[in-house]
């Protein structure tokens, strides 16, 4: 299952998986452009099943749990790339922009993935936390935001501690600015021209992490550094 799967690393991470056989469940809250994710998955497998959620709100996730239990009967797999981004100095950026990112990027990934343990334990599944480089150095501008990814590479870390034992293996992999919509949107705010070939492709971090879920189960990859190879910003 991939969150965030209606555009940008989510849809591409999503159709990697189905290329690679695997059945898909794609979450997102564009339905439009979730469609045209599923449309496109369906060239490799028709095992795909389409869920219009809003991560945030906590019995969207109940459901979802329930749904992917009933449709998918197990879950092998669970990638979380839903998110959203705030900008702007600490000292004028006020608490709302602080608790919608605590909702969006930290708390709905949490909840997820403890209502689909369950399932991951039965299969000795594996947890993809897809971050930021934000997650690893938090930058003047958009600290709110990179103290979130921060949460969540704990998140990850403690939780990798805690499933290890049951046969489960937990990733975080932490993208610098890549060819995507909300990259786009990153640009036009700081005045700067887009040059999406500068950068790397949603496809790069796809291919790197269905490269490390294929890994043998003597091995684990605990976190992946990736940053476009010219660096334009």
Not at 12 to 37: K, P
Not at 65 to 78: C, F, K, N, T
Not at 79 to 92: E, K, S
Not at 213 to 231: F, S
């Amino acid at each position: 299952m991939a969150t965030g799967a209606s555009s940008g690393i989510g849809r591409a991470i999503s159709l990697a998986l189905a290329a690679s056989g695997a059945s898909v469940f794609l979450v997102g809250r564009d339905v439009a452009n979730l469609e045209s994710t599923a449309k496109a998955a369906r060239q490799a497998t028709d095992r795909v099943w389409v869920s219009p959620t809003d991560l945030r709100v906590d019995g969207d996730i109940r459901t979802l749990a329930e749904d992917v239990a009933r449709q998918a009967g197990r879950l092998d797999i669970l990638v979380l790339a839903a998110g959203i981004y705030h900008g702007g100095p600490l000292a004028d950026a006020g608490v709302g922009p602080m608790d919608a990112l605590y909702q969006a990027d930290v708390r709905a990934p949490y909840l997820l993935t403890q209502s689909l343990l369950p399932l991951l334990r039965a299969r000795q599944g594996q947890i993809v936390f897809v971050n930021s480089s934000a997650g690893v150095h938090a930058r003047a501008g958009a600290g709110h935001f990179g103290a979130m990814q921060h949460a969540l590479r704990g998140l990850a870390n403690v939780l990798r501690d805690e499933v290890n034992p049951l046969g489960i293996r937990v990733l975080s992999v932490f993208p610098g600015r890549t060819a995507t919509p909300r990259t786009a949107a990153l640009f036009a705010a700081e005045g700067r021209p887009y040059r999406p070939d500068l950068l790397m492709q949603p496809e790069d971090v796809a291919d790197m992490i269905v490269h490390a879920l294929r890994l043998p189960r003597t091995a684990e990859v605990t976190e992946i550094h990736m940053r476009p190879m010219l660096k334009s910003y």
